[in-house]
Each structure stands twice: as C-alpha cells, then as structure tokens.
C-alpha cells in the first residue's frame, strides 16, 4: 500500500510541477491576447450579471437551463471557495514568502479569461441529458466541438474527474472539518463524520437544484462572513496595512523574504497556490456553468469568470494580508514554526483575540462543506458520461459513504490519487480551450454585436 501511496505522491508532484503551471498560466495569457483582455473591459458588467435579475426573459419565461447564474456561479464558488482559500494561503506565504501573494493576484487576472472560456464552450456545447437536466463540461466540448475522433479524450477528462472527486471533493474536505471540530470544540471525528454525511445524503439527493439552493446560501454567508472578519482585523491594525502591501510587492520581484532571495520558490508557490484555489482551467467549474439558464452563451461565461475574482483577488487575498502583517516584526518578515490552516487560526485569533480564531473554524467548515457539495455534482456528471444517467444514484451514495470515511479512516492512498488525477484534468480541458480558442472568440464578437443591436441586453 505505502508503495502505492508513493507512486501518486510521485505523479502528483510530477503532474502539479512547473510545466503544469507554466501551460495553466499560459493559457490565460493566450486567451487574455486572443479576448484582447476581456476580463478587464467587462468585469463590472460581468458582477451585474451574476447578482442582476436571472434568466428571464421579457415575456416572463425562462431562459434554457436548470439554475439561475448566481446559482451556477455559487455552486461553482462552493467548489474553489475552501480549504485552500484558508490553508492553501498559509502554505504559500510561509513556503514562498509574502511576494507569493502577488503572483496568486496575477494568476488570478490570467485565469478569469481561462474560466470565461471554459463558460463559454461549456454553454454552447452543452446537451440535455435523459431525466431533462443539461449536462455539460470539457467532456462535452471536447467530444462535440473538436470531433468524435478526440471522445478520449473526453473519456479521460470524466475519468479524472470521477476519481478526484472521491478525494480532493469528499474525503479529504470532511477530514479538515473533523480535525477542525475536534481541536476548536472536541467533537470526535465519527460524529462529525455521521452529522456531515447525513446533511451531505439530504442536500445531493436533490440533484444540481439541491446543491444550488443549498449553496446560495451557504457561501454568500460564509464569504461575507470571513471577508468581514479579516477587513475588521485590518482596520484593527490600519498601521501594518501599507508595510505588508510593501513587502509583498517587494518580495515578489526579489524573494528576499524566504530562502535568501529565490525568486523562483515565491513564483512558483503563489502560482500553484492560485491555481489551486479558484481551479481556472482545471475544467471542474465549467460543468456548473452548464446548468445556468441563459440566453447566450457568453453571458454565463462572464459570471463563471467572476468566480476567479472573487474567490482569489478577494477572499485569498483577505487571508494573505492578514497573513503577512501577523508575520511581520519590526518592519521584517518572520518565517513562522506553524502552516496551514493552523498558522490562518493562530494569526487571526492574535490579531483579533477571541473571536479571530472562531472566523477562522467556522470558515473552515461551512466551505469545506460546501466543496462536499459542488464537487458531488462534478464527479457525478463525470461518472454519467462514463456509466450514463442510471449510475448518478450509486455515486451519490458511494460519494456520501466517502464523505464519512474521511473522517475516520486514514485514506493517503485515496487523497495522493486524487490529487494526482485533479491536475491530469487540466491536461484534457486546455488541450480543448486551446483547440477551440477560434469559437470563443466568435461567440464572444456574436454577444458583442447581438447587444449593439438590441437583441439582447
């Protein structure tokens, strides 16, 4: 088993290296060119769509598709909106210094055009499935854009995302919550475990409109809820703001801060940890995207690449802030002995004592939860392009039994797979952005004069 264990942590950290990041990050790039930079023309727009009226049309009827926008885009945020929003931040500050902050900004800037992309194929290419429901995602517009003769590789992609999503979706999400109920309250795991999977088995029995529901609530609270909570603890120490801001923005182009001036280890952790966080070309979030009811594909798009935004220009850089003026001692950047989301919890219950740590747990839990959800629905349309439409009922059960499994059983083997296949789901999907990159940029000229002539709005 341990030779197992370490055959995945191998092709992890073979998959997740820097030619990985290099062509996640590069994509944006080339579709930012392509788009002529989109996201920075359109992002207020893009906001007004997401929190506007919702697919409806004049008449009153609705626009094609099972969820409104802002639920496809929250159900999208319950997904990236997680653990590495809180730990994953930690990580990268501590290994890579506080210039890593910035170089998860800039990854983010690229991947709002890469996540915009993925909205739009994932609309066009979309089908309705047997019970109704659209079903759509990379495996879709990859078999239906590029060509029967690349099915799979769309085959590939949904075996990814099956397999991932057992791990980095259910497993791994319900052991942070046990250890974080065990350490702030002492809840044993198996009671965690129990409570999760039950309210997990209630929620997904409902289907993308369950999960939907249930996370336009849950992360709109959580996310206000955490951003207040760090914003308060800035205000509370309104002298540390401008010399953390200096030391990142120094950091980031000298490396100074970590390991004697590597400027490579703070690039490269902010860039990993970016990606990590909002997912941009991972090709989870666009399965999502499939669901909204629109009327163009590029509208849904242009709310998918606010998830970016929000996610990592927003709420990572909450913690990352806070992260480094705790970090900070005497106008010097103090390399911590915790990480993690031991070093978030620690930092902001000294920042703000008492009710810091609590922001912290409570974020911890609500969007681990929340990722339980999102990723349920992933790996179930994954596993219904595999198995078809009859399958959905056995994986959500299997996909609930897992959820209690992470918080009672050691599952390295699963967790190592799962990240592994997490970052081979990239592979497929920006083979196809790239490959459809022209259609893109055709949908996108088709809104813009659409909206110049008053078809749409």
């Given at each position: 088993m341990q030779e197992i264990s370490n055959f995945f942590n191998k092709l992890g950290g073979l998959v997740w290296g820097p030619y990985m990041l290099l062509l996640l990050v590069g994509t944006g790039v080339f579709l930012t060119v392509r788009?002529?930079?989109?996201?920075?023309?359109?992002?207020?727009?893009?906001?007004?769509?997401?929190?506007?009226?919702?697919?409806?049309?004049?008449?009153?009827?609705?626009?094609?598709?099972?969820?409104?926008?802002?639920?496809?885009?929250?159900?999208?945020?319950?997904?990236?909106?997680?653990?590495?929003?809180?730990?994953?931040?930690?990580?990268?500050?501590?290994?890579?210094?506080?210039?890593?902050?910035?170089?998860?900004?800039?990854?983010?800037?690229?991947?709002?055009?890469?996540?915009?992309?993925?909205?739009?194929?994932?609309?066009?290419?979309?089908?309705?499935?047997?019970?109704?429901?659209?079903?759509?995602?990379?495996?879709?517009?990859?078999?239906?854009?590029?060509?029967?003769?690349?099915?799979?590789?769309?085959?590939?992609?949904?075996?990814?995302?099956?397999?991932?999503?057992?791990?980095i979706g259910s497993s791994v999400q319900s052991n942070s919550m046990a250890q974080a109920m065990q350490t702030s309250f002492g809840v044993p795991g198996w009671v965690t475990g129990v409570t999760l999977m039950l309210f997990t088995g209630f929620v997904v029995l409902g289907g993308i409109r369950g999960i939907s529901r249930a996370s336009s609530?849950?992360?709109?609270?959580?996310?206000?809820?955490?951003?207040?909570?760090?914003?308060?603890?800035?205000?509370?120490?309104?002298?540390?703001?401008?010399?953390?801001?200096?030391?990142i923005f120094r950091d980031a182009f000298t490396g100074q801060a970590v390991a004697g001036g590597a400027l490579g280890t703070v690039i490269r952790f902010g860039v990993a940890r970016g990606v990590f966080s909002n997912e941009a070309g991972m090709g989870s979030a666009p399965i999502a995207a499939a669901a909204a009811r629109t009327d163009h594909p590029v509208r849904q798009a242009l709310?998918?690449?606010?998830?970016?935004?929000?996610?990592?220009?927003?709420?990572?850089?909450?913690?990352?802030?806070?992260?480094?003026?705790?970090?900070?001692?005497?106008?010097?950047?103090?390399?911590?002995?915790?990480?993690?989301?031991?070093?978030?919890?620690?930092?902001?219950?000294?920042?703000?004592?008492?009710?810091?740590?609590?922001?912290?747990?409570f974020g911890l839990v609500f969007f681990a939860y929340s990722t339980i959800l999102g990723w349920c629905y992933y790996g179930e349309k994954c596993a219904a392009y595999l198995f078809g439409e009859s399958f959905t009922w056995p994986y959500r059960a299997i996909y609930t039994l897992t959820v209690l499994l992470g918080t009672?059983?050691?599952?390295?083997?699963?967790?190592?797979?799962?990240?592994?296949?997490?970052?081979?789901m990239a592979v497929p999907n920006l083979i196809a952005l790239l490959a459809l990159s022209g259609v893109i940029v055709s949908e996108t000229k088709d809104f813009r004069q659409k909206r110049r002539s008053g078809e749409l709005a």
């Open positions: 788009l002529r930079g989109l996201q920075f023309r359109t992002l207020v727009y893009a906001l007004k769509q997401a929190f506007g009226p919702q697919g409806r049309r004049e008449d009153g009827s609705l626009d094609e598709g099972d969820i409104s926008h802002f639920g496809a885009l929250m159900t999208a945020l319950s997904a990236t909106i997680g653990t590495g929003n809180i730990a994953g931040v930690a990580t990268a500050v501590v290994s890579g210094g506080p210039g890593a902050v910035f170089w998860m900004w800039i990854t983010a800037i690229f991947g709002m055009a890469t996540k915009y992309a993925e909205g739009v194929l994932a609309v066009k290419y979309r089908t309705t499935n047997s019970r109704g429901e659209m079903s759509g995602g990379p495996m879709y517009y990859i078999e239906r854009g590029m060509g029967a003769k690349w099915k799979w590789l769309a085959v590939a992609f949904a075996l990814f995302g099956t397999v991932a999503s057992f791990g609530v849950i992360v709109p609270f959580m996310a206000v809820f955490y951003i207040c909570g760090g914003i308060f603890i800035i205000g509370m120490h309104t002298g540390l703001v401008v010399p953390a801001l200096e030391m709310v998918s690449m606010t998830g970016t935004f929000l996610d990592t220009v927003v709420v990572c850089s909450i913690t990352g802030i806070v992260l480094v003026m705790g970090m900070m001692e005497g106008g010097a950047f103090v390399k911590p002995e915790l990480t993690g989301a031991a070093l978030t919890t620690n930092t902001f219950d000294r920042m703000m004592p008492g009710p810091g740590g609590w922001v912290v747990t009672v059983v050691e599952l390295d083997v699963v967790w190592a797979a799962s990240d592994a296949f997490n970052g081979l």
